[in-house]
């Protein structure tokens, strides 16, 4: 596989959650657009140091991460969002904080990785498969809801059902999964 494609599917994979975790932690779009569009600009420029099996995952998060860090703490960047934006210092402050915590190693992404498997496993199988095609193949409620004949109201209490017990099973990597949680 070349390295345009590749790059094109680790950023239809990886953008929507690199996205909602940096908005955790810089709650403006555009800002965080920003913030995962220099993330990609990155991994474009280092692809050729990167090994077969990088964790593209714990890589991508690593350098958002970085990135959100360097962001939060430059003061010309602050202002910006001070000024322009309103935001609170001590919330601007406490993302920082938090964010200098989150642990975003391959063993991290193995370990959720892993939950999200065990979790998927012991749900009912109506549930899991309504959840795999909401969550993981991006489909609409309706669309299941056909593809399952079921209805759609159906549909959203499998999913509410599955986050429920995602965000237990999840609950220590949180920001690192919020794409779970959105849809």
């Not at 390295?3 to 403006?28: G, H, M, N, Q, W």
């Not at 350098?63 to 001590?90: G, M, P, W």
């Not at 999913?159 to 990597?173: H, N, Q, S």
């Amino acid at each position: 596989m070349n390295d345009e494609i590749a790059f094109k599917v680790i950023f239809s994979t990886y953008y929507p959650r690199l996205y909602y975790f940096i908005l955790e932690f810089v709650p403006l779009k555009d800002l965080a657009e920003n913030i995962v569009q220099d993330t990609f600009f990155t991994l474009w420029n280092k692809r050729h140091e990167l090994t077969e099996n990088t964790n593209f995952g714990a890589y991508l998060f690593t350098v958002a991460k970085n990135n959100c860090i360097y962001r939060l703490r430059d003061q010309k960047y602050k202002k910006k969002l001070f000024i322009e934006h309103s935001i609170d210092t001590v919330e601007l402050e406490t993302n920082l904080d938090v964010l200098s915590t989150i642990d975003s190693s391959t063993y991290t992404f193995e370990e959720i990785e892993r939950i999200i498997q065990q979790t998927l496993d012991e749900l009912p199988p109506q549930c899991k498969k309504v959840f795999t095609l909401s969550r993981f193949e991006e489909k609409k409620n309706k669309e299941i809801a056909e593809e399952l004949n079921i209805s759609v109201k159906v549909v959203e209490k499998h999913i509410t059902k599955g986050l429920k017990i995602f965000k237990v099973a999840l609950k220590d990597y949180l920001p690192l999964v919020s794409y779970l949680f959105i849809h």
